[in-house]
T-cell receptor, first 113, second 115 residues
Framework: QQQVKQSPQSLIVQKGGISIINCAYE??????FPWYQQFPGKGPALLIAIRPDVSEKKEGRFTISFNKSAKQFSLHIMDSQPGDSATYFC????????????FGSGTKLNVKP | DGGITQSPKYLFRKEGQNVTLSCEQN?????MYWYRQDPGQGLRLIYY???????QKGDIAEGYSVSREKKESFPLTVTSAQKNPTAFYLC??????????????FGQGTRLTVV
């Protein structure tokens, strides 16, 4: 079953608007939550990441909000630009003896000019 | 430049043929991974390796095989037993152990098509 559930599957936002992508998980062994951005035909690139002991992390126009009790986290893209149009994946990592990453199903973002 | 190099970028396979996808990294990462990406399904883990000469099956290992003879190399073979191999394949690496904040870094992918 999907360890990390991501929504929406696709998103259309006007230039300058806020894009919001949500993810949820059940496994309390997850200890690190990166977000990736992927352009067509390319590999995913790390965008921003957060630990569960932090409720919010901001880097430029990108912000992760994290709700540990609800096991939910979200990516907010402020002042969305056409160049942000890409597929976004949330991910979760299990700690322990090995880094193992689980990915959401992806959100295709289209920012209209 | 440090990074992960996948080759080839495009690969065509005939029915019943085995093909090997190359993945090389110069990041000095211990852990390496292979993911398969299909539209609308995100990334699914095929195999992963923590150290040389050791690897583990992921969620969809059937029809695939790997080797890890060198730290920097983790080739993936798609065998004829994989009935639906057409997909985008991504190789990744990360620092191990898991005690540090670490992410997976990805190559640019190989698109495999059955002809």
């Amino acid at each position: 079953q999907q360890q990390v559930k991501q929504s929406p599957q696709s998103l259309i936002v006007q230039k300058g608007g806020i894009s919001i992508i949500n993810c949820a998980y059940e496994n309390t062994a997850f200890d690190y939550f990166p977000w990736y951005q992927q352009f067509p035909g390319k590999g995913p690139a790390l965008l921003i990441a957060i630990r569960p002991d932090v409720s919010e992390k901001k880097e430029g126009r990108f912000t992760i909000s994290f709700n540990k009790s609800a096991k939910q986290f979200s990516l907010h893209i402020m002042d969305s630009q056409p160049g942000d149009s890409a597929t976004y994946f949330c991910a979760a990592r299990t700690a322990g003896n090995f880094n193992k990453f689980y990915f959401g199903s992806g959100t295709k973002l289209n920012v209209k000019p | 430049d440090g990074g992960i190099t996948q080759s080839p970028k495009y690969l065509f396979r005939k029915e019943g043929q085995n093909v090997t996808l190359s993945c090389e990294q110069n990041l000095n990462h211990d852990a390496m991974y292979w993911y398969r990406q299909d539209p609308g399904q995100g990334l699914r883990l095929i195999y992963y390796s923590q150290i040389v000469n050791d690897f583990q099956k992921g969620d969809i290992a059937e029809g695939y095989s790997v080797s890890r003879e060198k730290k920097e190399s983790f080739p993936l073979t798609v065998t004829s037993a994989q009935k639906n191999p057409t997909a985008f394949y991504l190789c990744a690496s990360s620092i191990a152990p898991a005690a540090v904040n670490t992410e997976a870094f990805f190559g640019q992918g190989t698109r495999l098509t059955v002809v």
